[in-house]
C-alpha cells in the first residue's frame, strides 16, 4: 500500500466551477500536508500549507485535513484557465527529506 | 532572484554512459535535494544534504553519487546510465529541514537509450 493516494485525473471542469482534489493516506504520524501545483515542463511550486488538522483559506484556494479519515482536501473556487496544471499533495511526519508525494492530479479549466 | 538552477534542462544518454547533473540556488538554504518524477510513481527522494559537508541516501539511490559542493550547489552524478534512469529529475532546497520550506528547480528531462 502506497503511503500517499491520489486520483491521477485527468479532471476537466468549466471555467468558474469549484474544484475538489482529495488525497488519503495511510500514516497516521504525518503532520504536515501540502499541495503544490506544478505547470507542464515546470517544477512543483508550493501552493498551500497545513500542519496538523484544520482549514486553511488563501483567496480562491481552501486546504482541508481530516487526520480522523487520514484524507486531506483542496479546494478551487471560481476555477480559472490559469489553473490548469497537476496538483500534487505531499505529507511528512517531520523532516523535509521524509516528503511522501501523491502521484498528482491533472487539471484542465476549459474556458 | 533565479531560486533553484538546473542544468542540462534535456539530456539524451547512451546506454553506460555517465553524466552529471548540477544544481545551484541563490536562497542560502541550508538543505538540498535530489528528486526523480516518474509517470505513476510520484516524487521520489534520490539523496538529500542537510547541511555543507553531509550527504544521505534516500528512498532511490541505487545508480546515483552526490557532491554538495558548497552550500550553493548539489550535483547528481550518473556513472553508467541505465534505460530505468529515464526520468524527469527535479533538484530542491529548504531554508530548514521542515517540509514547508522546499522550494523546487525547472526539472531536468533524462532519456537513456
Known amino acids: 500500500q502506497k503511503e500517499v493516494e491520489q486520483d491521477p485525473g485527468p479532471l476537466s471542469v468549466p471555467e468558474g466551477a469549484i474544484v475538489s482534489l482529495n488525497c488519503t493516506y495511510s500514516?497516521?504520524?504525518?503532520?504536515?500536508f501540502m499541495w503544490y501545483r506544478q505547470y507542464s515542463r515546470k517544477g512543483p511550486e508550493l501552493l498551500m500549507y497545513?500542519?496538523?488538522?484544520g482549514n486553511k483559506e488563501d483567496g480562491r484556494f481552501t486546504a482541508q485535513v481530516d487526520k480522523s479519515s487520514k484524507y486531506i482536501s483542496l479546494f478551487i473556487r471560481d476555477s480559472q484557465p490559469s489553473d490548469s496544471a497537476t496538483y500534487l499533495c505531499?505529507?511528512?511526519?517531520?523532516?523535509?527529506?521524509?516528503?511522501?508525494f501523491g502521484t498528482g492530479t491533472r487539471l484542465t479549466v476549459i474556458p | 532572484n533565479a531560486g533553484v538552477t538546473q542544468t542540462p534542462k534535456f539530456q539524451v544518454l547512451k546506454t553506460g554512459q555517465s553524466m552529471t547533473l548540477q544544481c545551484a540556488q541563490d536562497m542560502n538554504h541550508n538543505s538540498m535535494y535530489w528528486y526523480r518524477q516518474d509517470p505513476g510513481m510520484g516524487l521520489r527522494l534520490i539523496y538529500y544534504?542537510?547541511?555543507?559537508?553531509?550527504?544521505d541516501k534516500g528512498e532511490v539511490p541505487n545508480g546515483y553519487n552526490v557532491s554538495r559542493l558548497n552550500k550553493r550547489e548539489f550535483s547528481l552524478r550518473l556513472e553508467s546510465a541505465a534505460p530505468s534512469q529515464t526520468s524527469v529529475y527535479f533538484c530542491?532546497?529548504?531554508?530548514?529541514?521542515?517540509?514547508?520550506?522546499?522550494?523546487f528547480g525547472e526539472g531536468s528531462w533524462l532519456t537513456v537509450v
Open positions: 500514516n497516521s504520524a504525518f503532520q504536515y
Open positions: 505531499a505529507m511528512s511526519g517531520g523532516g523535509a527529506n521524509n516528503l511522501f
Open positions: 497545513t500542519y496538523s488538522s
Open positions: 544534504s542537510a547541511s555543507e559537508g553531509t550527504t
Open positions: 530542491a532546497s529548504s531554508e530548514s529541514g521542515t517540509p514547508n520550506t522546499i522550494y
